[in-house]
């Protein structure tokens, strides 16, 4: 039987219920509820903690409703570490209650034995081309499978052949390249992106697939699983390379990581890039429409958010925007995509509504699930345009051949 993991009163405590987060945080804006805002679901959290309120059904739908965007983060003038309340009250409640399937689902997931399932499924779903006619026929729209089945990519997109270097440079050393659990299996394309254009900074990539940082179990409530996950991830990053994460989901799970070590040689792929970056290079032109969508992880975590727009400054003749200047979460939030689809669907609306009105040839994101949720919903909506795509994998399509 597992221990109850602390809650962390002390940090609880510090919030002086202000309500200066409030106006930030969407689930708040979508309901109404005090419950459903940051203020309110700390005062339940430490409810639950202290005993005074029942683990219920209400209690834990307003938990279920929080994005864990942490937009309340960096707006409290109290500095509330949210995320961390979360993911202990979180664990609180799911101790009280008999696990849910999205639990055991995202153990699954996140095993190495998860990973490969996914990973034939994705091959055999785009080898059969069958997003097209399940479009078609309307499955998308059927249930939980049809849902999952619209988050598939269609198609596999060519990777890059080895990209030349700019200059005639000096080995850089290795660097270690964490794909997370879902990474190799759904973004494979990405992973050889960002290994050749590490490969033409003069750098050596180790790729290590199938290491999980825990993240989508710890957001889920299960500490235990989500702990061990990144107990493992921190043995086999042991060493002094740097380490390089391509999804900010799981970025900001390393940066967070119990191991300093760990903590202090992590660096987002892009920022890594853009750190990096050769003088002179000028990317290929690319006269189309392009608009940047910042995950909330590398926004109110990473707190890179400016990276995306800096990539779209070295892009000649590209027309870049923010996809929708609010920078709301697009209600893909780890599980939540699947676990609430209606709470996600709601949050994404605004953002199918910005696409449809700027019209963008691309949609650029560096966090899988935003992209799986962005590229889902236009294809239940029967929308074959904008591409959502990796900024890296953009990136080294647009690097300059000799
Ligand atoms: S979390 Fe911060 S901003 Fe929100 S009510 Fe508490 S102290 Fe105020
Ligand atoms: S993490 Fe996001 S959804 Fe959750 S309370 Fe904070 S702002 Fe609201």
């Known amino acids: 039987m597992p221990s109850l ?22 689930s708040y804006t979508l309901t109404g509820h005090e419950g459903d805002s940051p203020r309110g679901r700390i005062a339940l959290m430490q ?22 965007c942490r937009a309340c983060e960096p707006v409290c003038p109290a500095r509330v570490p949210y995320g961390q309340i979360l993911d202990a009250g979180r664990a609180q409640l799911a101790m009280a209650r008999p696990a849910r399937w999205h639990r055991a689902a995202l153990r699954g997931l996140t095993h190495p034995l998860g990973q490969r399932l996914l990973q034939g499924l994705r091959w055999l779903w785009q080898t059969l081309r069958l997003a097209r006619p399940a479009g078609a026929l309307g499955l998308f729209r059927l249930g939980a499978l049809g849902r999952a089945a619209s988050l598939l990519p269609a198609a596999r997109l060519p990777q890059p052949a080895a990209l030349p270097a700019p200059a005639a440079s000096a080995d850089r050393g290795e660097v270690l390249l964490f794909t997370g659990c879902t990474g190799a299996a759904l973004e494979p394309e ?6 050749a254009l590490l490969s ?50 799981c970025g900001a799970q390393l940066q967070e990581h ?27 032109p690319l006269p189309q429409r392009v608009a940047l969508h910042v995950a909330c992880s590398q926004r109110n975590v990473l707190r890179s958010g400016d990276d995306l727009a800096w990539l779209g400054r070295q892009i000649p003749q590209a027309a870049v925007f923010a996809l929708d200047a609010s920078g709301r979460c697009c209600g893909a939030a780890g599980h939540h995509l699947l676990q609430l689809p209606d ?12 696409m449809r009105d700027t019209a963008p040839q691309w949609v650029v994101s560096n966090n899988i699930g935003c992209s799986l949720h962005l590229a889902g919903g236009l294809r239940r909506d029967g929308a074959l345009t904008p591409q959502v795509i990796h900024p890296l994998v953009l990136l080294a399509r647009l690097w300059p051949r000799r």
């Open 200 to 249: 033409a900074l003069g750098f050596t990539p180790r790729t290590l697939t199938g290491l999980c940082c825990g993240a989508l179990q710890t957001h889920a409530g299960d500490a235990e699983g989500g702990a061990a996950r990144a107990r493992a991830a921190g043995d086999a990053l042991a060493g002094d390379a740097p380490i390089i994460s391509i999804g900010t989901g």
């Open 190 to 195: 990405t992973v050889a992106a960002t290994e």
């Open 5 to 26: 993991p602390p809650f962390p009163a002390a940090a609880a405590d510090q919030c002086v219920k202000c309500g200066l987060c409030l106006p930030h945080c969407p």
């Open 343 to 354: 709470v996600a669907d709601a949050h994404l609306a605004p953002k199918l509504a910005a």
């Open 47 to 68: 409810g639950l903690a202290e005993g005074r309120l029942a683990a219920s059904d209400r209690l834990q739908q307003h938990l279920d409703g929080c994005l864990g």
């Open 258 to 284: 119990p191991m300093a070590s760990v903590r202090e040689r992590h660096v987002d792929a892009l920022q890594f890039i853009r750190r990096h970056w050769p003088e002179g290079v000028t990317l290929q």
